[in-house]
């Protein structure tokens, strides 16, 4: 399963490598949908700052369902599914690798809409390691669902507006709990942080142990 | 595993009923092939050629009918024939974006093969320098199949379904067709093709299937002198 996790996270990055389709789509769409909601806030500095966590993590949710179309649409074309099926490829290991090169597609993202945040909108980082644990918990989250969604709406003719529509509304704890521990991440103290980051590793280690018990199945019934 | 059999035939189905999206493709398919040879199927376009082959690759859901593909009951393969079978179908079942070698160094680390063998295959279909690292999208027609064939033959599955192989191709490609699977029967292989081309298929093939209306309505021998020959 690991075997087969890791050729498809190295293609699947390959791949993205070779097309740049996140860095030429999806990341200038996750700084625009900052900007734009920078200006729908106004100019004022301190409405800014404490709406930045949010404004990030939105920008993240929204991105993660293009990546992961992207993702699985790669998958779907040209009878690629079908090829690696009948090869008898690990369909938990495909799920595994797929989460994973999302993960690092989204992680590009946050990083670059945490830096906007920083230099735009006056956010402070005073617990790096706040935002970085809690960061990776909740990509892997996203990731995770996305793929298991991605799939799942990979056969339906709608699944460009399907598939925002199953993910966005089951990310909202993510959301909620990204977004708690980064306003947290900008002080030097705030309570309930250990809860909020283990909503976050409970629906990581959720998503990824349905995604690698149901994945194959998925497959087989699209 | 799953309901499996044991039979010199390498695939022997009576009667199949196959529903795609609950339309009957197959109407009551009699279909057999030894281990080891080539069998031809024809008919024309919407006869059940391609529901046939995805049926024996285990694609298609069988409301009834009996027999065995490789030993796994054709009614409920479930997972037996995976790794078993290889499907050519009109897609070549590469990734547009990567180059053919790409694609073939994939498929070696998923098939746990040795990475050598894939530039090997690669110089056996001609898709040797540039064409082996251009991207399957810049590639022509033809040469997208020949990626698509190197696919298999680096699989080397146990029963080859090809499903019109020799279309797009030129004269040397039919001929590299032909011998693949001359090769692979050769070994043991099994294999079964589609065709719209009587005379090619009968050439190179064991037996000769004729379908029609989800039907095979006639079979008869082919040319080729392989050990199935009468």
Request: proline share 1%; with cysteine; glycine share 8%.
């Given at each position: 399963m690991l075997r087969?996790?890791?050729?498809?996270?190295?293609?699947?990055?390959?791949?993205?490598?070779?097309?740049?389709?996140?860095?030429?789509?999806?990341l200038p769409f996750a700084v625009i949908a900052l900007v734009t909601f920078a200006f729908a806030l106004g100019p004022g500095k301190s409405a800014l700052s404490a709406a930045a966590a949010g404004?990030?993590?939105?920008?993240?949710?929204?991105?993660?369902?293009?990546?992961?179309?992207r993702s699985q649409g790669i998958e779907r074309e040209h009878g690629v599914r079908t090829a690696q099926r009948l090869a008898g490829i690990d369909p938990a290991g495909v799920f595994l690798g797929k989460t994973g090169a999302v993960a690092v597609q989204l992680?590009?993202?946050?990083?670059v809409l945490g830096a906007g945040a920083v230099g735009l909108l006056g956010y402070h980082v005073h617990r790096l390691w706040l935002l970085l644990v809690a960061s990776v918990l909740a990509t892997i989250g996203l990731a995770a669902v996305g793929t298991i969604y991605g799939a799942l709406t990979g056969a339906a003719r709608a699944r460009e507006t399907l598939l925002p529509m199953l993910v966005l509304p089951i990310v909202i704890p993510v959301l909620i709990a990204g977004v708690r521990c980064w306003q947290a991440a900008s002080v030097s103290s705030a309570p309930r942080v250990g809860e909020w980051l283990s909503v976050l590793g409970a629906f990581a280690v959720i998503y990824i142990a349905a995604g690698v018990v149901l994945y194959g199945q998925i497959e087989e019934v699209q | 595993m799953p309901g499996r059999l044991e039979s010199v035939e390498a695939v022997d189905v009576v009667q199949v009923v196959a529903l795609d999206g609950g339309f009957p493709v197959l109407a009551g398919v009699d279909f057999s092939a030894p281990r080891g040879s080539i069998t031809a199927v024809l008919g024309s376009n919407g006869a059940g050629k391609t529901s046939l082959l995805r049926t024996l690759a285990g694609l298609t859901s069988v409301a009834s009918g009996t027999g065995q593909v490789l030993g796994v009951s054709v009614a409920r393969p479930e997972r037996g024939l995976v790794g078993r079978v290889g499907l050519l179908g009109h897609d070549t079942g590469c990734y547009e974006d990567l180059s053919p070698a790409a694609n073939l160094r994939f498929l070696s680390r998923i098939l746990r093969a040795d990475p050598r063998r894939a530039d090997a295959v690669l110089a056996r279909v001609g898709l040797t320098g540039r064409l082996g690292t251009t991207t399957m999208a810049e590639l022509s027609a033809g040469q997208r199949r020949r990626?698509?064939?190197?696919?298999?033959i680096l699989r080397a599955p146990e029963l080859w379904l090809l499903d019109e192989p020799h279309a797009s191709l030129d004269g040397d490609?039919?001929?590299?067709?032909?011998?693949?699977?001359?090769?692979?029967?050769?070994?043991?292989?099994?294999?079964?093709?589609?065709?719209?081309?009587?005379g090619g298929a009968?050439?190179?093939?064991?037996?000769?299937?004729?379908?029609?209306?989800?039907?095979?309505?006639?079979?008869?021998?082919g040319e080729r002198r392989g050990p199935h020959a009468a």
């Open positions: 087969d996790a890791w050729a498809v996270f190295a293609k699947d990055l390959r791949i993205e490598a070779k097309t740049r389709v996140g860095l030429w789509q999806v404004m990030c993590w939105v920008g993240v949710a929204f991105s993660s369902v293009l990546v992961v179309g992680a590009v993202i946050e990083v | 990626a698509a064939l190197a696919q298999l490609g039919r001929a590299l067709v032909d011998s693949v699977m001359e090769e692979a029967a050769g070994q043991g292989m099994t294999v079964v093709f589609t065709s719209h081309d009587p009968a050439r190179v093939a064991d037996q000769v299937c004729t379908m029609a209306g989800g039907v095979v309505t006639e079979r008869r021998d």
